[in-house]
């Protein structure tokens, strides 16, 4: 398995300098940048041996993609454009999270909105397919959206879509907020395209010790065949002084 890091693109010389295998960048910053602002990302990252594979936080809160104001062209306009931008920076993953975005409103049916993002997971996984990109569905815990908050739920969306390009992300701080069994993550590998890791309570760095249960985790993956990337998302302090450590012992879970 490759180890990343989610983090600004701006820290990529730092990804580097720790030995992670790539960087995550933030999909809605690369969507924010004007012409030249990309220019200069896109030099930056081709000029670096850690590369951009994956990025997260596809949609800020301005599009919706439930209920009543949901607009399919207007999400077709934003990642046409996305998707090309993130393949250019030697993008391979594309996660679709976005709590904000997809959050049904309030008396909206959900079977609906579930019907909406089927529809929408489709047009991602044909614009994916044209810029070489897999998308990533991530499960979200109840606490950051009220639609795709379990494991189980994400598969159901990943099925019912059916299409290559779009798949599957387990998230292990998400699964714990739900009170998931980890070892469910070997049963649903097959789907899997992309995961994120981070103490399951606290979303700190992975540390021997600290009683997150990443071991089972990943070794479930192992177990049903998965071998592509791993990546932290979230708080550690001093990246410099904290990071290090977590990236030897997530190797050393990941051989």
Not at 102 to 124: N, S, W, Y
Not at 128 to 140: F, K, M, Q, R
Not at 197 to 211: K, S
Request: charged share 20%.
């Amino acid at each position: 398995m490759k180890i990343g890091w989610c983090s600004n693109i701006s820290n990529i010389a730092l990804a580097q300098r720790l030995g992670f295998d790539y960087l995550e960048g933030i999909a809605s910053a690369v969507a924010a940048m004007d012409d030249g602002e990309f220019a200069r990302t896109r030099g930056l990252v081709t000029e670096s041996p850690v590369k951009t594979e994956a990025f997260c936080v596809m949609f800020g809160g301005g599009i919706p993609l439930t209920g009543e104001d949901a607009s399919l062209s207007a999400a077709d306009e934003y990642i046409a454009r996305l998707y090309e931008r993130l393949s250019l920076l030697g993008g391979r993953v594309a996660v679709f999270g976005s709590g904000g975005a997809r959050r049904v409103p309030d008396g909206f049916d959900r079977e609906r909105a579930f019907e909406q993002l089927v529809e929408l997971g489709g047009l991602m996984g044909r614009r994916a397919a044209e810029n070489g990109l897999t998308v990533a569905l991530e499960p979200l815990n109840s606490a950051e959206c009220n639609i795709i908050t379990s494991s189980r739920e994400g598969a159901r969306l990943v099925e019912a879509v059916a299409h290559p390009n779009f798949r599957l992300l387990l998230d292990m701080y998400h699964m714990g907020r739900e009170n998931e069994d980890l070892t469910l993550a070997g049963e649903l590998a097959p789907l899997v395209a992309h995961t994120h890791i981070a103490h399951p309570v606290t979303r700190h760095n992975p540390v021997p010790g600290d009683e997150g249960g990443y071991e089972r985790f990943i070794s479930a993956l192992k177990a049903g065949g998965y071998d592509a990337r791993v990546s932290f998302e979230g708080s550690c302090g001093d990246p410099e002084a904290m990071l290090p450590q977590t990236l030897a012992y997530l190797r050393s879970l990941a051989q």
